[in-house]
């Protein structure tokens, strides 16, 4: 399994390791995914999905119709 977000398409990003000497070299950053369980009242359905933490806290805030309803008008959403 890829490490993306399903909602908002958060993947791993590339930067560098630098050293006290300055050395630099190539790592990953990756995103915070937690595998978690939604209710979706309008299809009454549970579903899983691996979402970002940062994800989460957008969905406690606006709800997951919301974002359900925004990530589809965007094109991120891989459900």
Not at 29 to 35: A, E, R, S, T
Not at 39 to 49: G, L
Not at 66 to 71: D, G, M, T
Request: net charge positive.
């Amino acid at each position: 399994m890829s490490r993306v977000c399903q909602i908002t398409g958060k993947r791993p990003r590339s930067g560098n390791n630098v050293s006290h000497a300055h050395n630099k070299s190539k790592r990953k950053f990756y995103p915070n995914l937690q595998k978690k369980r939604f209710y979706i009242p309008e299809e009454d359905r549970w579903v899983t999905i691996k979402v970002a933490t940062s994800t989460l806290r957008t969905i406690n805030k606006n709800g997951i119709s919301n974002v359900l309803k925004n990530a589809r008008a965007k094109g991120t959403l891989t459900i």
